[in-house]
């Protein structure tokens, strides 16, 4: 028997990298290229293989620390030492992405989700009934493998957690044994199929905080509060019991980056005043808001990025593009938020989509909506301008792609070249799912929206 310390080998441009997983412990027989440890920069997650085959004695390493090419990963106590140490493998890239690329597995995660479909409540909001979620199926499955670690990369090994599966009972068909997403899919409808697997009902269902059914998440902690101080038991709205499960699905499913920006609207504020009175001047009983403008605006915006106004299909692997624009806005009821929709807004003038929306909003505070005037849905827009507040992250309703985000409009000095003047700023937060839409061309739709709405003339062009 002999002592090998196994280093990190050639990782490439980085110069120090974190260490955010350790795949084995002392006592642990491997073998070579089995993963040791992950590593991750600020570029890409990567997997450290093992030089050498043998029993691991001591872990030199620990989460959190920070290595290099050449730093000492572990002892290992090996029957044949006589490997070169230049024999190590380079490590592995994993195929989690930077937060600036879409990141491939996550386009299918819903769709192995959905392999068992269940039964889910009707929605108020918008958004698509709950997806189901696969319980753990391990248990129920013959091992498929023998090796006690399974060869998988970082991202598999999320995209496994989530559905709730032991990557040891999964067969790799990869290269050398290497688990790929295929595999797991594969697994999991096997299991469903068989029926041996049961199916858990939506991960936040019941409490709406989340079980950590399928995420390998902690228990939502129950504590009794009294022993602290008064405390009073207020039972959630009906809306919120309903659309808490929503979000909390879009939240974890969909990976969310938000897009800030500004928009200049001094002199769309001014017409909008202006036409107000002469509306009112003209006995008319309609009143125009800028969230109107904003809803015409944005449907410009949508036709010259169509990415907006679509929806990926069940299998996460084709774009829906839709040719009509119906637009959802957020609004505002004693008993939560419910989202109406305004159907065919490209064919109606700022005038039509204002009184339209008065109807909406008051049908939505008298508890008068009905489920067709909450559906169907390509963009949502919710406003918070009333209110206050400068920016904030809007969560996605699936099966939409976006949703933008109004703040209050604030007086803030701009600079023309020569002196600051006086401009009301309309702060905007745009999220999109990062798996349709890119960071340049989230960038760039804020950007035209706010031209739009700087000028509505360009609309014309």
Do not use: C
Not at 429 to 434: I, K, Q
């Amino acid at each position: 028997m002999s002592i090998v310390e196994v280093k990190v080998p050639d990782i490439g441009d980085f110069k120090e990298v974190e260490v955010i997983e350790l795949m084995v412990k002392p006592g642990d027989t491997i073998k070579v290229d089995q993963s040791l440890v992950t590593v991750e920069s600020d570029k890409a997650s990567m997997e450290i293989p093992s030089s050498h085959a043998g029993v691991v004695k001591e872990l030199r390493i620990k989460v959190g620390d920070k290595v290099a090419e050449g730093s000492l990963v572990l002892i290992l106590e090996t029957a044949d030492a006589a490997a070169p140490a230049d024999a190590a493998p380079a490590a592995t890239p994993a195929a989690s992405a930077p937060a600036a690329v879409s990141a491939p597995t996550a386009v299918s995660a819903p769709a192995a989700a959905a392999a068992a479909p269940a039964p889910a409540p009707a929605a108020v909001a918008p958004a698509a009934a709950p997806a189901p979620a696969v319980a753990p199926v391990a248990a129920a499955a013959a091992a498929a493998v023998t090796s006690s670690i399974a060869h998988a990369s970082p991202s598999i090994r999320k995209f496994a957690r989530q559905l709730g599966v032991d990557l040891a009972r999964v067969g790799g068909s990869g290269p050398k044994g290497r688990i790929t997403q295929d595999d797991v899919q594969n697994f999991v409808k096997g299991i469903m199929a068989s029926g041996a697997g049961p199916v858990a009902k939506p991960a936040g269902t019941g409490t709406g905080t989340g079980t950590g059914v399928g995420l390998d998440l902690l228990p939502w902690p129950s504590l009794d509060f009294s022993k602290f101080g008064p405390t009073e038991l207020l039972p959630l709205s009906r809306i919120k019991k309903i659309s808490g499960p929503n979000l909390h699905r879009n939240w974890v499913l969909i990976p969310h980056v938000t897009q800030y920006d500004e928009s200049d609207v001094t002199d769309l504020e001014q017409f909008r005043v202006d036409s107000n009175a002469a509306l009112a001047k003209a006995k008319s009983s309609v009143k125009l808001t800028m969230l109107a403008f904003v809803i015409k605006a944005s449907v410009s915006a949508l036709k010259k990025f169509p990415a907006f106004n679509s929806s990926l299909d069940a299998a996460g692997a084709n774009l829906i593009l839709k040719q009509y624009y119906n637009i959802g806005f957020a609004a505002d009821t004693p008993n939560g938020l419910v989202v109406p929709v305004l159907k065919d807004a490209d064919k109606k003038t700022v005038s039509q989509i204002a009184t339209e929306m008065g109807e909406l909003s008051a049908m939505a505070r008298d508890g008068k909506l009905k489920p067709a005037d909450m559906q169907g849905a390509t963009f949502t827009i919710s406003s918070l301008g009333g209110i206050g507040g400068t920016y904030f992250t809007p969560i996605i309703n699936a099966p939409e792609v976006a949703i933008l985000g109004l703040s209050k409009t604030a007086m803030k000095p701009v600079w023309d070249g020569k002196a600051f003047q006086p401009r009301l700023i309309l702060p905007l937060s745009l999220s999109y799912d990062h798996r349709v839409v890119d960071g340049a061309m989230g960038a760039r739709f804020t950007t035209y929206l706010a031209d739009v709405l700087a000028d509505l003339r360009k609309t014309l062009l």
